[in-house]
């Protein structure tokens, strides 16, 4: 086997790692007690589950024509990459190769009208016919099934092939594949435009937001800017993030520089601000932004902190942006004002309220 050939096997098993690993943490979410006995299981709570499985696993048992051959993951392939990259596991290999074929090939279910699908046309029906494409003969199979029926067969049908899928990942992860890892470049941030972007709009920012729909301004600019189209309220809750911003930028700012700008009651909590100014310092380039924000009960604002902040910009353009640190505000009702509640990620003081 040369280089090139050992490449592919190998990028296939880490690929086949990378996907499996995915594949954990969702079904992690939505466990399946397969222990349990038909009489006991709620179908209908389960049924999501179990759909979601049979969905992911259709790549492992469909073998495809299509796409580069290291990312085909069907699982004889990854049997036969796991073969060339470690011959020594001969045995396991063929014992795990049986009881995959013998789950793909066991089993049939018998309709109401007499006619008789094997497992594998079933899996294929509900997956083909309902969530990946919209076929009008096995819809029609579909509507002649018992769902609770079909459900049990489903998930006899899935249950060894996940086992057969668990015990392939464990043998790859223990034969030390290199793992495939996200490689998020940071010289640029990403950015979610949400609506059309104007005529007027353009991409004029250097450096860290590039991607950003956005100008540089002028200091003045900026100030013009930052309570412009604002309402009493916006504009009662910028100043308040903005004393409170420069007050823990400062050196020599003190709690009680502060005091007047938290929530009553919460200034012991504040007692001491060299934990704020140590978290704000560790932060590059740390700017305020002059939109304010609200949950959906409109009674928790925020005020975000954006990093990289090398010079005054003006965003143009409803965006998404990643790693805002938030200054957290809620209403003082003793003063009728907002007042800080917390600094850092987003916080739902209030989450018990519907």
């Known amino acids: 086997m040369n280089s090139i050939e050992k490449n592919t096997h190998v990028d296939r098993l880490a690929a ?194 590039s991607n950003l729909y956005g100008k540089n301004v002028d200091d003045q600019e900026a100030v013009d800017n930052f309570y412009k189209n604002k309402s009493d309220q916006d504009k009662q809750i910028l100043t308040t993030a903005l004393q409170f911003f420069k007050a823990i930028c400062n050196p020599e700012s003190a709690t009680s520089d502060i005091e007047d700008l938290v929530l009553n009651g919460k200034i012991s909590e504040w007692s001491n601000l060299s934990e704020v100014k140590s978290f704000i310092k560790d932060i590059p380039g740390l700017g305020i932004a002059s939109t304010v924000n609200y949950n959906h009960r409109n009674d928790v604002a925020y005020v975000k902190l954006l990093k990289h902040i090398d010079d005054t910009m003006l965003i143009t353009e409803e965006q998404i942006i990643p790693d805002v640190t938030y200054i957290t505000l809620v209403e003082d009702v003793t003063v009728n004002e907002w007042r800080v509640f917390s600094l850092g990620g987003e916080k739902e003081p209030y989450l018990d309220r519907s």
């Open 16 to 209: 086949f790692v990378f996907t499996m690993s995915e594949y954990e943490n969702l079904v992690n979410k939505l466990p399946i007690r397969w222990e349990l006995k038909p009489g006991s299981i709620d179908y209908t709570m389960e049924s999501t589950a179990l759909n979601l499985r049979a969905l992911l696993i259709r790549k492992y048992i469909t073998r495809t024509t299509s796409g580069s051959p290291d990312h085909k993951l069907w699982i004889r392939d990854v049997i036969a990459s796991i073969r060339q990259v470690s011959p020594g596991h001969t045995q396991g290999l063929d014992n795990l190769e049986s009881k995959y074929e013998q789950a793909y090939n066991s089993g049939e279910y018998a309709l109401s009208d007499g006619s008789v699908l094997k497992m594998s046309e079933l899996f294929e029906d509900i997956v083909y016919g309902v969530y990946l494409h919209s076929d009008a003969a096995r819809i029609e199979r579909l509507l002649k099934m018992d769902q609770t029926m079909m459900h049990q067969a489903l998930r006899q049908y899935i249950r060894p092939i996940e086992e057969v899928l668990y015990e392939l990942l464990n043998l790859i992860r223990q034969l030390g594949v290199p793992l495939l890892e996200r490689h998020a470049a940071s010289n640029k941030a990403s950015v979610v435009a949400l609506k059309d972007i104007s005529e007027e709009s353009s991409k004029g920012l250097l450096g860290y937001w």
